[in-house]
């Protein structure tokens, strides 16, 4: 089945310590979203890709970095966590920018927890 | 700022009611209009999708547009304690705009 893929799907990471999240899709959809969702809090989008092409929303801290190789993977890098970057990283697909009626499709989501 | 806003809840009914979810938002050029839900601990997944003004039906499921007010809303009839999750409403004019959500629980 065609899917959205996120690995893991709980990570536990030290203050400070670098650490990398996983998405795999084999939707082959142009479109890659980062959310970060914190407890009883709306998803909030970090960044998205169209292609290769890389957009960064503007209140995404420096400590928030992205990598798309291919088509099929994105990766959230997180440089120096911090207790504050707890959360639920959920990644999203969609097949194109600006097609109305075609909705996200979701990953499972990476909890992270921060020591 | 575009913003989405629901009412947080906790909205309590009892099983076999129907359940009413509200949601209004700020942008008027906003274009397509999602519900999702999501269990706690889970990802959000697709209850309606509707980008045209009215009702749009799905089994248990009527989500109702009204452009004019900036209002979208979402019914579940005959409510479950399965249906018992948080439901997000999303909106798009490019973007997915989500609200903080309404937390639902079903009492059997």
């Known amino acids: 089945d065609a899917m959205v893929i996120q690995n893991p799907r709980y990570q536990v990471t030290q203050f400070g310590k670098p650490v990398t999240l996983s998405c795999s899709q084999t939707?082959?959809?142009?479109?890659m979203y980062w959310y970060q969702q914190k407890s009883s809090q709306a998803p909030k989008l970090l960044f998205h890709?169209?292609?290769?092409?890389?957009?960064n929303e503007a209140d995404t801290p420096d400590n928030f970095q992205s990598r798309r190789p291919n088509t099929s993977f994105c990766f959230l890098d997180i440089r120096s966590p911090g207790l504050g970057d707890a959360a639920m990283y959920l990644c999203a697909t969609h097949p194109a920018r600006g097609a109305n009626g075609n909705e996200q499709f979701f990953g499972p989501g990476t909890r992270l927890t921060v020591l | 700022q575009k913003e989405v806003e629901q009412n947080s809840g906790p909205l309590s009914v009892p099983e076999g009611a129907i359940a009413s979810l509200n949601c209004t938002y700020s942008d008027r050029g906003s274009q397509s209009f999602f519900w999702y839900r999501q269990y706690s601990g889970k990802s959000p997944e697709l209850i309606m999708f509707i980008y045209s003004n009215g009702d749009k039906e799905d089994g248990r499921f009527t989500a109702q547009l009204n452009k004019a007010s900036q209002y979208v809303s979402l019914l579940i009839r005959d409510s479950q304690p399965s249906d018992s999750a948080t439901y997000l409403c999303?909106?798009?004019?490019?973007?997915?705009?989500f609200g903080q959500g309404t937390e639902l629980s079903v009492k059997p």
């Open positions: 999303a909106v798009s004019g490019g973007k997915l705009i």
């Open positions: 890709y169209y292609d290769k092409d890389f957009n």
């Open positions: 939707l082959n959809h142009n479109v």
